[in-house]
């Protein structure tokens, strides 16, 4: 099971920042530092983790702490500042306004609520995500500061089931969630002979959705080609019949109509080409991305202090 997560605008379409081809950790250093002066943060913090992949650092961590208290996204600062404080060495030093970062946090971070995160049994090794963190933000079984909302902790292991277990939020009462994994079970036969394996879950239904939707425009599409867009057409044809009896009367009525077929003709022509994209996009899904079963979406705010804040809209699959 893996978590998604992403803002949604109507139809959702995924990207990531460029990053140009043979770019040294160092250069992307230095470009995600340019971004966060630009106060494109987010892209800041792509940067650094690409860095990161080409050249562990501690300062990468750092960097990225950093960006996520200007976003004042306060838990991911700090499960970044904790690995920017594990990993520094002297080859390797803390830069010169972590001390900052860190008093910043500690008048902040009691503002939020505390969440203490068990798993059972113990010992396990386990991989966490959190649905208000990036997907690829894996932590361990910690203590992490949450803002109100409802957020989603995922845990995964080698041998395990997937799990996952909800935390609402109302206030900054500190709270202790225990996740307990269940091992995989083993395919074999029955004393009887039959084969023994767990239910199969249903299988996602966005691809259904989302095909579902485009279909829809095809249809709007359909609708306006066989009303609006031949009503014009069917005049501008009446118009070319005029013009050999009363080329007045057909200038006018062309001149009336013509606008309005070009604008009839290029909205039925959107309507086509965005509701096959759609559909496109709906099998794509279904045979190459949601193979597996999914769960309903979960919904967290992150309010900004001044003013606003985060949403984020996640599914486990």
């Known amino acids: ?12 379409l995924l990207g990531v920042p460029a990053v140009a081809v043979g770019e040294s950790g160092e250069e992307l250093r230095v470009r995600g530092e340019q971004l966060a002066r630009d106060g494109r943060y987010t892209e800041a913090i792509d940067a650094f983790k690409a860095a990161e992949k ?43 306004w972590v001390p900052m970062v860190d008093q910043l ?18 010992g396990t090794e386990i991989k966490l995500t959190v649905s ?14 949450l803002a109100p909302g409802r957020h989603v902790v995922i845990a995964t292991a080698q041998g395990y089931n997937d799990a996952q277990k909800t935390v609402d939020v109302s206030d900054k009462s500190p709270q202790t969630i225990t996740i307990t994994m269940l091992p995989v079970s083993t395919l074999g036969p029955d004393p009887g002979g039959a084969i023994v394996a767990g239910p199969t879950a249903p299988p996602s239904r966005v691809p259904t959705y989302v095909m579902a939707g485009g279909g829809a425009i095809v249809l709007a599409g359909a609708i306006v080609h066989a009303t609006l867009f031949r009503t014009a057409r069917n005049n501008l044809d009446a118009a070319n019949e005029l013009a050999t009896r009363d080329p007045a009367a057909a200038d006018a009525q062309w001149k009336e109509w013509s606008p309005k077929f070009d604008t009839r003709r290029n909205l039925t022509i959107a309507l086509y080409g965005v509701g096959a994209a759609t559909v496109i996009t709906g099998l794509v899904l279904k045979y190459a991305v949601f193979k597996s079963s999914e769960q309903a979406p979960q919904v967290s705010f992150e309010p900004s202090t001044s003013g606003g804040g985060w949403v984020t809209v996640g599914w486990v699959r």
């Open 1 to 12: 099971m893996r978590f998604l997560a992403t803002g949604i605008a109507g139809l959702v």
């Open 54 to 96: 080409i050249e562990p650092r501690a300062r990468h961590s750092c960097f990225i702490a950093l960006a996520y208290t200007r976003r004042e996204a306060w838990a991911q600062a700090e499960v970044f500042l904790d690995q920017c404080h594990k990993r520094a060495s002297a080859s390797d030093p803390l830069p010169e």
């Open 105 to 122: 946090l500690a008048e902040r971070l009691p503002l939020a609520a505390p969440i203490e995160i068990k798993v059972e049994p113990p």
């Open 132 to 145: 208000s963190f990036a997907p690829d933000e894996i932590i361990a079984p910690r203590t992490i500061h």
